[in-house]
């Protein structure tokens, strides 16, 4: 069992920047890819960008160029959302996710969700 916590969201203006860290811990077998996905209210739960153990990184077209993801290398267990020039349409509830594969199998593991609000 993994447990994922989400830090770092709040209220900011557009064009401000927000840091979220999602912290896990609980697995004993390597964390393959982490990730966030964010929830908007209304709208279904979408990926905002992942990243490997290995630094493969895959973005949403929303947030290229404005957002960063990252990795505690040495670790593997902590990982950053750099968001940068946020805009209003970025306010939702993100989520930390992680995926672990045993076998055949995947697991995917998530964290309770942080609001992150963006004023006009």
């Known amino acids: 069992q993994v447990h994922l916590v989400e830090s770092g969201g709040g209220l900011v203006q557009a064009g401000g920047s927000l840091r979220l860290n999602c912290a896990a811990s609980?697995?004993?077998?390597?964390?393959?890819?982490m990730g966030w996905y964010r929830q908007a209210p209304g709208k279904l739960r979408d990926l905002v960008a992942t990243?490997?153990?290995?630094?493969?990184?895959?973005y949403a077209d929303s947030v290229k160029g404005r957002f960063t993801i990252s990795r505690d290398n040495a670790k593997n267990t902590m990982m950053d959302l750099q968001m940068n020039s946020l805009k209003p349409e970025d306010t939702a509830v993100y989520y930390c996710n992680a995926v672990i594969f045993v076998g055949l199998g995947r697991y995917d593991y998530w964290g309770q969700g942080i609001q992150v609000t963006v004023s006009s």
């Open positions: 990243i490997t153990g290995g630094g493969v990184i895959n």
């Open positions: 609980g697995s004993g077998t390597p964390i393959t890819i």
